[in-house]
């Protein structure tokens, strides 16, 4: 029976990734009052929102071979300190431009801790049972977690000023950081391993130009030449990183590992079942303020049985994956995903209770695909490379995301245009604007006359919600794509107890 203190170190790594994963979503709700009170210009909004996860995303490598080198519980309180005084920074910010200086070095210190979280995971629980079953927790509240940034949000905005969304992490750090100090085993890195610093700004400096390329593909009116330099640039330090990764000694990335069914798949899987989540949660969330008009805070709480269903999910999945083994959970949790991203894609307009009993089934399912993707990933490296295994599981989280917000919004945007061309008369209106976006028509119905206004609103809403329906579509179809992938892969993965037929 694995100690109860053990169990303890679990919740105090789990509260430092709740509190990462929720900085992630947490401006949501709070950008629109912090860009009032800070005067911030739109280039400014969105390099508060966007410079986090670019950093973030470049850094991971780098900083879970770091860890393999010079200790995970070293690199856990290090980044969990930065984390508590640029979250104080934050919430004090006197202006945007010290605001985004803030959020970056956030960036650095949840870069540091979230690797170092998961090998602590590793390391420290040593039966197959319960390890499993703490992975499944990690995994419930880094893919549930995210889901409750907008909630939270939402409530503090209710009774406190914008900086609350960054104070509130200060009294959570300082309680984590001591009990962490006390009670995180201090496993000894292997000093011999060489960290590659040349590699990591390789590879830091290609993951932030592509996921920077990738996000400016889902603005609304893109920089097709910054993206373009940001594509070439990207490709070309990823690909100076592999070459070096070749040729190394002590490779910061084992190549290897890709060449393996089982981890490729895992890898896959956590790709799309993340921009799965994401980029469904994006044009549903919009959806049900724009479509629905619903507030942000009331948003925020129709949502919440994704996140509550993907919390659940995350232990039930640890506990049976000792059981079923790794192929046949990921194959069934990412088919029941698809089946259950279809399931709500037929009942978006049914009676609310269908819908809350559908959107938890769909936070079920993908938080258990999410999970045993975790595990497949951790568990097909050794303990002394349990960071860079962690490394590669975040950066596949960190990616699908941004894939998922890029996929969904431009095939929204796109399905919308062609729609409202299609429904809107030109005697209604031939304001250019109107076929752009559903914000931007609502804009226009509020110039028309009564009639107008209703007839507008009701067309735009309608086209916004062919974009919808097509972005469900398609992710159901991903989600059955990465099942199908699983299953024609024939080899074992770890964790398997036996041979099943499917």
Known sequence: MTPPRHWLILAIISSALLLIVIDMTVLYTALPTLTRELDASASQKLWIINIYALIAAGLLLGMGTLGDRLGHKRLFIGGLSVFGLFSLIAAFAPSASVLIAARGFLAVGAAMMMPATLAIVRLTFTDPREQAMAFGIWASVASGGAAFGPVVGGLLLEHFWWGSVFLINVPIVLVALVLGVVLIPNHPGDAQKRWDWLGSLQVMIGLISLAYAVKELGKRAPSFDAMLVAVVLGALFLALFIRRQRCAAQPMLDLALFAMPGFR???????????????????????????????????????????????????????????????????????????????????????????????????????????????????????????????????????????????????????????????IPSWLTRNPTTFESLDDALVVAETLSPEGREMLTAFARAAFDAGFVAVLAAAAVLLLIAALLVKLSRQAQPCEVADHPW
Not at 274 to 303: D, N, W, Y
Not at 375 to 383: D, E, F, G, K, R
Request: overall charge neutral; hydrophobic content about 55%.
């Open 265 to 423: 798949n895992a890898v896959i899987s956590a790709v799309v079942s993340a921009a799965a989540l994401i980029g469904m949660e994006l044009v549903f969330s919009q959806r049900l303020q724009l479509v629905l008009g619903m507030s942000p805070l009331e948003a925020a709480l129709f949502i919440l049985p994704l996140p509550l269903g993907s919390f659940v999910a995350g232990p039930l999945a640890g506990y049976y994956l000792p059981r079923l083994g790794n192929r046949r959970m990921l194959f069934w949790t990412l088919l029941l995903s698809s089946a259950a991203m279809l399931g709500y894609l037929l009942l978006y307009n049914a009676a609310v209770y269908l819908q809350i009993a559908s959107l938890a089934l769909l936070g079920l399912t993908i938080g258990a695909a999410l999970t045993v993707s975790s595990s497949t990933i951790m568990l097909s490296v050794p303990a002394n490379k349990a960071g860079m295994a962690a490394s590669i599981e975040e950066v596949s989280f960190e990616l699908g995301g941004a894939v998922g917000v890029t996929l969904a919004g431009s095939l929204s945007s796109a399905i919308y245009a062609y729609s409202a061309g299609v429904m």
